[in-house]
């Protein structure tokens, strides 16, 4: 994939835990654990603004783009 999602660093360098962060952010943790593992397929700007808020962080911290297309193949 493309895009590479960074937000378990983010976490343990704020000493936040994932169920923490769900409970600040109004998530489930399945949700947070399918972003946190890159498998996502989208996420709500609204949820991203949350998550970036409570992490005191920017979006560019979160995800990466690696530079490549990543179309999946099933696409």
Do not use: Q
């Amino acid at each position: 994939m493309a895009i590479t999602v960074h937000l378990e660093n983010i976490l343990k360098e704020r000493g936040m835990t994932s169920k923490d962060l769900c409970a600040l952010v109004g998530i489930t943790e399945a949700n947070l654990s399918i972003l946190r593992s890159g498998k996502a397929k989208g996420v709500r700007f609204s949820t991203i603004n949350k998550i970036c808020w409570h992490l005191g962080c920017d979006v560019g911290d979160i995800l990466k783009f690696d530079g490549n297309l990543g179309v999946d193949e099933d696409e």
